[in-house]
């Protein structure tokens, strides 16, 4: 994994100019009820109904619209349900626009592995696909294969 030590400017800060590690440096900064709220996002929860894999909770009328349309496969529904939109997101953070872009893209790509693991360990019997999703909707989301 390529290290996001570059992406944090803040760690140069610490220790007189020569740095600090990202752990090390969330261990000392960072806050538990952070952490758990990364968790929703980061090793989500999953529910499977009527052959689908969705992202918890379930939105049975927002599923059931997605069907209505007619306009779509089940593949391309499931990439919609499971889509985490991360435009707009961390909106109190201060950081410069493409530094931001940047630990974002970086997020995405790393919250797309995290949910190729979870979703192997809590479905070994299905296959996934994981991915990153750029432009208008940019973020993660994944379907079935």
């Known amino acids: 994994m390529t290290s996001v030590s570059p992406l944090i400017p803040e760690l140069a800060r610490w220790n007189n100019g020569k740095g600090i590690a990202p752990d090390s440096w969330i261990f000392v900064e960072g806050r538990a009820d952070h952490a758990l709220g990364f968790c929703s996002f980061l090793w989500p929860e999953f529910v499977k109904f009527e052959g689908y894999v969705l992202r918890s909770p379930l939105d049975v009328e927002r599923l059931r619209g997605w069907e209505r349309s007619g306009e779509h496969t089940r593949q391309q529904i499931e990439t ?17 626009s493409e530094l931001k872009e940047k630990q974002c893209e970086r997020l995405a790509e790393i919250m797309a592995d995290m949910l190729a693991a979870k979703l192997a360990c809590d479905f070994p019997g299905l296959h996934f696909e994981t991915f990153t999703m750029s432009g208008y909707d940019f973020g993660v989301s994944f379907h079935q294969l």
């Open 80 to 96: 919609a349900m499971n889509a985490f939109l991360l435009e707009g997101a961390f909106p109190t953070d201060k950081a410069e």
